[in-house]
């Protein structure tokens, strides 16, 4: 997917986060959004998702060519954030099942070979709400790289991940690379150091 910014701003109780965003996310292309806390990395992810509406300017985006509207953004995006809830009452089996019920999956895979590949192979008939946080985590990030989405928002991926965690999100994140439209909002350089291009929403902050 290609994403143009074309004049975007976002203000909150008459004060702007941030505003005049001219900016491209080229097709198959590896970004990161960077920034101080509260400089609106989140906030961007979530305009372009469709979470929330610019205040001005414009989000052109296309998909082969094609312009995406708004409301059919999700349809072709996976989205994940420490801050999205899951079904908690769910075990990790059932959550996969769902979810996959609405979202294509990225490969020929079923979902035991989800759970082995994600390594929580002890915890398949575990409910959700007995996960730790970082095994939530892991599970969020599954959902979304098993999705067959070609654009992927990323918003603090390593958030509740040990060293082991963090190295398994590498190792995953080394598949979708070069082939989806990959955007990471972070301030942490692991998070996002193999991206081809940095966008610092910082200097878009108007006081």
Not at 167 to 190: C, D, F, L, P
Request: net charge neutral; aromatic share 12%; hydrophobic share 40%.
């Amino acid at each position: 997917m290609k994403i143009l910014l074309e004049q975007v701003g976002k203000k909150f109780n008459r004060q702007w986060l941030f505003k005049d965003i001219n900016y491209t996310f080229d097709e198959h292309k590896s970004y990161a959004i960077i920034g101080n806390n509260g400089s609106g990395k989140s906030t961007l992810l979530q305009l372009i998702y469709g979470f929330q509406t610019t205040s001005i300017g414009n989000i052109v985006i296309t998909q082969n060519q094609q312009t995406i509207l708004p409301y059919q953004v999700h349809l072709y995006a996976a989205f994940v954030a420490p801050y999205l809830e899951l079904l908690e009452e769910f075990t990790l089996y059932e959550m996969l099942m769902f979810h996959f019920q609405f979202k294509e999956k990225s490969a020929s895979l079923s979902v035991d070979e989800m759970i082995e590949i994600s390594n929580l192979q002890s915890s398949k008939n575990k409910q959700i709400k007995l996960f730790s946080s970082g095994m939530k985590q892991r599970l969020k990030l599954a959902l979304t790289f098993f999705s067959n989405a070609p654009l992927l928002l990323l918003d603090e991926p390593c958030s509740n991940l040990d060293a082991q965690g963090i190295e398994w999100y590498h190792e995953m994140i080394k598949n979708v690379i070069g082939k989806r439209t990959v955007i990471i909002a972070s301030n942490q350089n692991y998070e996002y150091d193999f991206c081809d291009a940095a966008l610092n929403i910082a200097d878009f902050r108007h006081q």
